[in-house]
């Protein structure tokens, strides 16, 4: 389906869905309500210019957003054109929020414009709300054809999610996201039931290193594979998205075998840079190409890219088919499968399945802060530069306009007068020498008081504020840096843990410190135990707003490596079909630290993929394998990851 504007005429029953509970109670039908809307959502914008997709927030809001991250600077206006049913007067809705306003942080940093045939109505958007909500825009004239404009007045992270347009004027819609999700799929004028993407030996869901992987291995071993992926890339974390360096040793004795396909996907090593660090390096570092090479090399691969799944469909604890959403078109695919691998990292299949899970009930490892620094005066680095104003920047450079002044963030965090790594005399756990390159490292993380999966908005959002508002110290406080600007930061999370599924096998990590010979040994681990929690020496006066994180090392929390841990922990122990590979594996919370780095979660799919190859042939379940054909999957252990049958 082409990216492109959905315009219907609603009826009466359709327009109810929308009114609040209370007009619902005493409506009566009338020709009060004409029933006339122009749904507009921002994802299918037609030019989305500077403004970048957020899909996170999807199953707490039923869609993607547009996101204005310009890291200070307002971004290229987000376009496209509507024909409406008629012209004249229609009220309008823009459907946004503050995202400060949850901090009662005063200033609006997310304001923006809309625009129609380039002129901007009254009302400015962004600028109110703590939730998401319908932002009346008011009355507004518009011809049959008319060009729509989001136009972002700040480079802070404004965000719109859609627009409306009511040929009833009085007419108020409502935030339900139920009742707004039937609304909208019936204005885009999409089937109530989804397309058919086909039937599998193997749906797995989720392209990070765990899923990219377990399909690899799969298609290599014979079966047909679905892989789908919320993103236009894939390696989750360690794509040029989020720009963590994929860690963890591979092709470990006694099976050096494993972890070549993952070292096939798995960026060249570069050096470790000025800072001493390749996280949050310059996003062709982490080779997103690469990739989706590989995957596309395999015929049995079918890839879904900016997929993502919101239900599975199972009866007697066995999964037939998910169901996934487009994140542009918002078209539904109901996707069948023999058996299913959950690589989601946040259990999202399993969950929906009704798989044991356990999650912790507070004291979270927070989502990782990713961001980094350029000099304008650097004429290599300006012309290496990822900054959406690339052109205005180097012919800046070139005629020496090179100061890079920074706004005041009232919003932000005000580290006006705390310590964080990179301010003079503070750096992180084996943080660099060099301040600056203690700004956006491993250890700039939030979120460990809060829900990984309901709250992922606001714990990004706590991200910004946290970079913004160190940015401003040290640009309008302390007074350094003048010719140093933001250069690049992730907006989307790269999360350490949310659910883990239950196996037969709860991985802790006592079997790492006492050596625990488990006689289904899969997947090597050699990193720490590494658990993370707020930095004591910066978190005063932070109390929920935590930002700088410290990871657990030393004594109790190193273990003789590597360590083979059991293929147990690599399926359900409750949902017949169901595999899964990454951080979501069958863990206790400690037990989760050597596991969940990406090299380590890309061997678990391979192992997935063997797997599921041998419950295809043997026409048995994952438990299966352990039970009556161990043998078979390490005899496939011994095989090089290259070879296809």
């Excluded at 029953?13 to 109670?25: D, K």
């Excluded at 690339?390 to 932000?412: D, H, M, N, Y």
């Excluded at 939030?446 to 990984?452: H, L």
């Excluded at 490596?561 to 949902?575: D, T």
Aim: charged fraction near 25%; proline fraction near 5%.
């Amino acid at each position: 389906m082409k990216r492109r504007q959905f315009i219907s005429t609603a009826g009466k029953a359709t327009l109810m869905l929308l009114a609040p509970m209370e007009i619902l109670a005493n409506y009566e039908i009338s020709d009060k309500i004409s029933g006339k809307f122009v749904f507009v959502e921002a994802e299918q914008f037609t030019h989305q210019g500077g403004w970048e997709l957020d899909q996170q927030s999807m199953n707490q809001m039923g869609s993607p957003y547009l996101l204005a991250h310009g890291l200070g600077i307002p971004v290229e206006d987000a376009t496209t054109q509507i024909a409406f049913p008629e012209k004249g007067k229609y009220r309008l809705w823009v459907r946004t929020r503050d995202w400060v306003a949850p901090w009662e942080a005063p200033g609006t940093p997310g304001k923006f414009q809309l625009l129609l045939n380039d002129k901007p109505v009254k009302e400015t958007f962004g600028t109110k709300g703590t939730e998401w909500h319908w932002h009346d825009g008011g009355v507004v004239e518009v011809s049959q054809k008319t060009k729509v404009a989001l136009h972002d007045l700040t480079g802070f992270e404004g965000r719109c999610e859609a627009i409306l347009f009511c040929k009833d004027l009085n007419f108020e819609p409502i935030n339900d996201v139920t009742a707004l999700t039937k609304f909208r799929r019936k204005l885009l004028g999409l089937p109530e039931k989804p397309e058919d993407g086909g039937n599998f030996d193997l749906v797995v869901s989720g392209g990070g290193f765990a899923g990219t992987c377990a399909a690899l291995s799969a298609a290599r071993n014979g079966l047909t594979v679905a892989l789908i992926q919320d993103r236009p890339v894939l390696g989750g974390n360690g794509s040029s998205e989020v720009r963590v360096w994929p860690e963890g040793h591979t092709r470990q004795e006694p099976f050096p075998h494993i972890g070549e396909i993952v070292d096939e996907i798995a960026p060249e090593i570069i050096d470790l840079g000025k800072y001493g660090t390749r996280n949050a390096r310059l996003g062709d570092s982490y080779d997103d190409q690469r990739k989706l090479e590989v995957v596309k090399n395999e015929p049995r691969i079918t890839l879904f890219l900016e997929e993502r799944v919101i239900q599975v469909k199972h009866k007697n604890n066995t999964i037939s088919a998910i169901v996934s959403q487009n994140t542009r078109t918002a078209v539904h695919t109901k996707i069948k499968g023999k058996f299913f691998a959950d690589c989601t990292g946040d259990a999202t299949v399993g969950f929906l399945a009704g798989a044991d899970y356990e999650i912790s009930s507070s004291g979270f490892m927070g989502f990782s802060n990713m961001w980094n620094v350029m000099d304008a005066a650097n004429k290599e680095e300006v012309l290496k530069c990822e900054c959406k104003d690339k052109t205005a920047l180097t012919l800046s450079c070139e005629i020496g306009e090179v100061e890079q002044p920074f706004p005041r963030c009232p919003w932000a965090l005000d580290l006006s007068d705390k310590p964080f790594p990179g301010r003079a005399n503070y750096k992180g756990q084996w943080g660099s020498e060099d301040p600056l390159g203690n700004l956006g490292g491993w250890f700039w993380e939030s979120g460990f008081d809060k829900d990984p999966i309901t709250d992922v908005e606001k714990i990004r959002d706590l991200n910004f504020r946290a970079m913004y508002g160190a940015w401003d110290a040290l640009k309008n406080v302390d007074k350094l840096y003048p010719n140093h600007r933001l250069g690049w930061s992730a907006f989307i999370s790269g999360k350490r843990e949310s659910r883990r599924l239950m196996g037969d096998v709860k991985l802790t990590a006592n079997h790492f410190r006492d050596k625990v010979d488990f006689e289904d040994g899969a997947f090597p681990c050699s990193w720490g135990i590494d658990v993370h929690t707020p930095h004591e020496s910066f978190d005063e006066d932070l109390k929920g707003e935590e930002f700088i994180s410290f990871a657990t090392t030393g004594k109790g929390y190193d273990y003789e490596g590597p360590y083979w841990a059991p293929y147990r922990a690599l399926y359900s122990q409750n949902i017949t079909n169901l595999f899964m590979a990454g951080r979501n594996i069958s863990v206790s919370r400690e037990g989760l630290g050597p596991v969940r780095v990406m090299k380590t979660c890309g061997m678990m799919g391979e192992i997935v993929g063997k797997a599921a190859a041998l419950c295809s042939l043997y026409n048995t379940t994952p438990r299966g394998i352990y039970e009556n054909y161990l043998d078979k999957l390490k005899e496939l252990m011994k095989q090089p990851g290259a070879k296809r049958l």
